[in-house]
C-alpha cells in the first residue's frame, strides 16, 4: 500500500473498535518500526494497548514469513493460558493493511528475569491445546540444515557463502528421527517478552509454526538474534541459568546435541538477508551483516569444545 496510514484515522478506527470509556483521556504514541511492522502503544486508565499493522510483501521470507493471522490465530488460543496478551482486535486498517491490536494491564515493573523467561516458554511448550492455521517449519537437525542448505543455494555469486559452508554440521553428526511438531515461537528473546500487570507474557507471533521447541531455546541464546532486536548477546553464566530453569530437561539434552545445525541455519539466514537487502535497505543489511558476524563466532565457539 502507498497510502500511509495516520495517527489522526488510526485512533478514529480504534475508537470504533475497543472498549474505552472515555477517549479524552487516551494517549496514542509511535514506537520504533520494525522490518515487517509499525507499531503504536495507546494509553488508557488502568490498561495498555498496542497496535500492528503490518507491511505487505513480508510473506516470502525463507525462514520468518510475516504472516498476521498466525499471530491472531496464537494470541485467541495463548492468551487463555496465561502465555501471551489478550488479542482485542484483528482487522484490515482504513488503508487495506493488516492491523492487530493486543491489551494488558499496566505493569507495576517492567523487569523480567532470566528463571521467569525460561519458566515462560517452558510452560508454552508444555501446552496441549492444540493452535489453529499455523505453517509447518524445519523440525530438527536434518530438516535445518537443508534448510540453510537452500538459503546459500540462492545466492550463489556470495564468497562468504563458500566459506559458510566449511563450518555447516555435517548430516552424519545426528541421527535422523522423526521431527517433533509443536507450535514454536521461533523468534523468542527478552525483546519478545512483554511485562503486565499480570505477569510476563509472549508477543510477536507473526513468524510462529508447528517445529521443535528446540529452536526457541536456540534462539533465546542467540547473540546474532539478540543484536538483531537490539539486545546485548547473553554472557555465558545468564544462558546456562535459563537452561537450568527450562522445565523440560530433555528438550534441553536435545539443544545441545542439535544447536549447532540450528545456529548454522540463522548464520545462512543473516548472509541471504546480507546479501539481498545490500542494493535497497543498507541498514537493514548492515544489522544481518553483524547478526551474521555473532552467529559464525559462536559456531567456531562450538566447534572447539
Known sequence: MS?????????????TRLPVDDWNGVRLRPLPVSYTSRFWWLDT??????????????????????????????????????????????AQSPVGTPLLVYGYASPGSFEIGVGEAAELIGRFAALKERVPGHITVPSGWHEVLESGDAMLAAIPESRKAANLKRLRPADSEVKRTAPVRSLVHRSF??????????????????????????????????????????????????????LEHYPDQETVGRFAQERSAYHW???????????????????????YGRALEEEVDLLLRLRGR
Open 265 to 287: 541455519r540463522l548464520a545462512a539466514y543473516c548472509l541471504f538477508r546480507h546479501e539481498t537487502l545490500s542494493h535497497i535497505n543498507a541498514p537493514a543489511a548492515r544489522a
Open 3 to 15: 497510502e500511509r496510514l495516520s495517527d489522526e484515522d488510526l485512533l478514529a478506527f480504534l475508537e
Open 45 to 90: 486508565p488502568g490498561r495498555v494497548y498496542v497496535v500492528k499493522e503490518f507491511f505487505p510483501g513480508n510473506e516470502e521470507n525463507p525462514v520468518y514469513p510475516t504472516l498476521p493471522h498466525q499471530e491472531a490465530d496464537a494470541l485467541s488460543v495463548l492468551s487463555r493460558h496465561a502465555l501471551s496478551p489478550d488479542l482485542e482486535a484483528f
Open 189 to 242: 528473546c527478552l525483546g519478545t517478552i512483554l511485562a503486565t500487570g499480570e505477569g510476563a507474557r509472549l508477543i510477536d507471533w507473526q513468524f510462529a509454526g508447528l517445529g521443535d521447541p528446540v529452536e526457541d531455546i536456540v534462539c533465546f541464546v542467540s547473540p546474532g538474534l539478540a543484536m538483531l532486536y537490539g539486545l546485548h548477546p547473553l554472557v555465558a553464566d545468564v544462558e546456562e541459568m535459563f
